[in-house]
């Protein structure tokens, strides 16, 4: 059940507890006319594209590829590879955006990860396999995290400052939906080419499309447009350590902050369990049952089903927030998924993954929205960027942990209910944490 990666969320100002802007909403279309700023979404959904078709594309190669056979362990090797260059040079991107033109970044990064791109995919045709194919996968998705972060960074540059929220709302919420059509490209054009080395070659290469068609695209936009307005001072090793400790100072002060993060981290570690079992079911496990396919196909269905679970997320949250409040939406959505969870584990069959990978995916994504608002609307401008920069990590260093975890524990065949349960309580963990933080934060206001 892959997960878009997340980009860095933008740090705004002027929005109320729930996260939405305090000022009226321009509305979708008058916000895409916003000059600049449908152009950069433009480049953000290209961009997307492109990095669902790769790491969808990858998994193909390395775990349904016929001429090779994969276990939990190379499977977890390649989700690491896909994910960790999120945590590890995200922050190291953000302290160097703050140097360079971000125009040039968008451009450079995109055409160096398509040339990067052909060489894996070379690689695949070859029949390379282990660190030979990995050591090419982490250098585009290292490059990547330039590109996502100098996306989340220019956009003030061309949006209204009251309208970011709007702004970055949109922007994350289709470009997740758009980065899953990448990846559902990515099995049908399998399907199309043939599952073998050569195949899986022809899939890998297919997102150089999306990445040079992002590079013409932010070639459009004048030099230092985007920014930096002023260059950024120290070296930048030493301003992302003492970032992370700032962020990690800011998010314990505030325990509606940590609460949220707990909740977030409890799914990401869950979620991760979930995803490495259902790839090796679908690959070894399942087979056909009417129109729910096994194989890639298979997991085709789960990546669409999870998007729909997305998108819907987008449109209940901001509801449930104003009915209930951004503490009992999350307290729901962290129940649905235990029960979500729990049901998958009884039943274990591949129409129960693809309802549990709607469900699952809707409740983390409102887990996620209801921590982007915490953090947006509690923690100070000063260190909003740093405690982003902390978020980032909790997301995406958790949820590879837990997938590694899970390689070592794991059946080859992922038939593995046990570990699934665990999941399931893994959320109710989170539950409480997010209680009892709660309870900090009412016991420190009274």
Known sequence: MPTPGAPIPDGPTGTSA??????????????????????????????????????????????????????????????????????????????????????????????????????????????????GLYVGALAVAGLSRFTLSGLSVALPHVVPRRHLVEANTLAVTVGSGVAALGGASAIGLRELVGP???????????????????????????????????????????????????GARATMATPSITASFLALAAHRLAFGITTLLTLLLFRYAFTDAGPVRSGFAGVGQAVVLAAVGLGSAALI???????????????????????????????????????AAFVLAGAGQIVKLCTDAAVQSEAGDEVLGRVFALYD?????????????????????????????????LYVLGLLAHDVQLRRNRHTTA
């Open 196 to 246: 073998g080395n050569t195949g899986s070659a022809i899939t890998t290469l297919a997102p150089v499309v999306g990445l040079l068609l992002a590079a013409a695209l932010a070639s459009g936009f004048r030099r230092g447009a985007l920014g930096p307005d002023r260059a950024g001072h120290g070296r930048p090793i030493v301003t992302v350590l003492h970032g992370f400790a700032d």
């Open 317 to 355: 949250t901001p509801w449930t927030v104003r009915r209930w409040g951004r503490a009992a939406t999350v307290r729901v959505a962290l129940v649905a998924a235990t029960v979500a969870q729990l049901a998958l584990a009884a039943l274990l069959s591949a129409p129960a993954v693809l309802v």
């Open 18 to 131: 729930s996260g939405a802007a305090d000022t009226g909403k321009l509305g979708v279309a008058r916000l895409t006319r916003t000059p600049g700023f449908g152009r950069l979404l433009a480049v953000r959904f290209t961009t997307h594209w492109g990095d669902g078709m790769f790491q969808a594309a990858l998994g193909g190669a390395v775990l349904f590829n016929p001429e090779r056979q994969a276990d939990p362990l190379a499977v977890a090797a390649g989700l690491a590879v896909l994910l960790l260059p999120y945590s590890v040079i995200g922050p190291f991107a953000g302290a160097l955006l703050d140097r360079w033109d971000r125009r040039r970044v968008l451009v450079l990064a995109n055409l160096m990860r398509a040339a990067l791109v052909v060489v894996v995919a070379t690689t695949v045709y070859a029949g390379v396999d282990g660190p």
């Open 393 to 425: 990590v909790v997301f995406n260093v958790g949820y590879v942990l837990a997938v590694s975890v899970t390689a070592f524990l794991s059946p080859p065949d992922g038939f593995a209910p046990g570990l699934l349960a665990a999941a399931a309580a």
